[in-house]
């Protein structure tokens, strides 16, 4: 019998067999048209949300992971970089409850919080938040992400952003690690099938 690796293929029973599952939708946005135009998020694939500083990327990603908690039982990560993991709890209990709770005026109790925070998540071990040091190198952020996919079944990372993982490190060996960072964990989602979504900023 002829040899190949097992990462090739080459007749048409391999064919039909990746060949099987027909499309499917992936978990609606929090945007209806914006569900039309990408058919959802779907697992094994990467997103990009790119925009200039301050006009809420990380807002945009507070709603798709309180989306994503709402829509699927699945296990989730979160790598919110730039804010502490209170901020991220206190954000997805501020969009079901409609209110900034962060604030000290917003009427909103820490025990509502905690409880909706509770109901949201549904059950322990399903939603993971990293807490990054500035001593974690980029190696460090591909091993977490590793972890979440292949340790926890994340089956959803929101990655909010990997600029911050190398900044600091000169603008040269910025961009070639950031590329470096960026194309490994491209390859990751689509070898361990999860669904990566990552912002950026435009420069």
């Known amino acids: 019998k002829k040899y190949l690796p097992e990462n090739i293929i080459a007749t048409f029973d391999d064919f039909d067999k990746e060949l099987q599952e027909e499309p499917t939708w992936g978990v609606p946005y929090p945007f209806e048209k914006l569900t039309k135009m990408t058919y959802g998020i779907r697992k094994g694939e990467v997103v990009l949300i790119t925009a200039q500083e301050k006009v809420g ?4 990603m507070h709603f798709l992971l309180h989306n994503l908690l ?4 699945d296990a989730i990560g979160g790598l919110f970089i730039e804010e502490p993991r209170k901020r991220t709890l206190q954000a997805i209990a501020g969009i079901e409850l409609g209110r900034p709770v962060h604030l000290p005026d917003s009427g909103i109790t820490q025990d509502q919080v905690r409880k909706t925070v509770r109901d949201i998540v549904g059950v322990d071990n399903r939603l993971h938040l990293y807490s990054h040091t500035r001593s974690d190198d980029p190696e ?15 089956k959803y990372v929101l990655f909010d952003h990997p600029g911050m993982a190398v900044f600091g490190l000169g603008s040269d060996n910025e961009r070639i690690i950031l590329d470096a960072l960026s194309t490994k964990s491209s390859m990751m989602a689509r070898e361990l099938g999860f669904a990566l979504i990552i912002v950026s900023h435009v420069n």
């Open 57 to 60: 990327k990380t807002e945009f």
């Open 70 to 73: 709402k829509e699927t039982k």
């Open 140 to 154: 460090t952020i591909l091993d977490t992400l590793r972890f979440l996919a292949a340790g926890c079944s994340c």
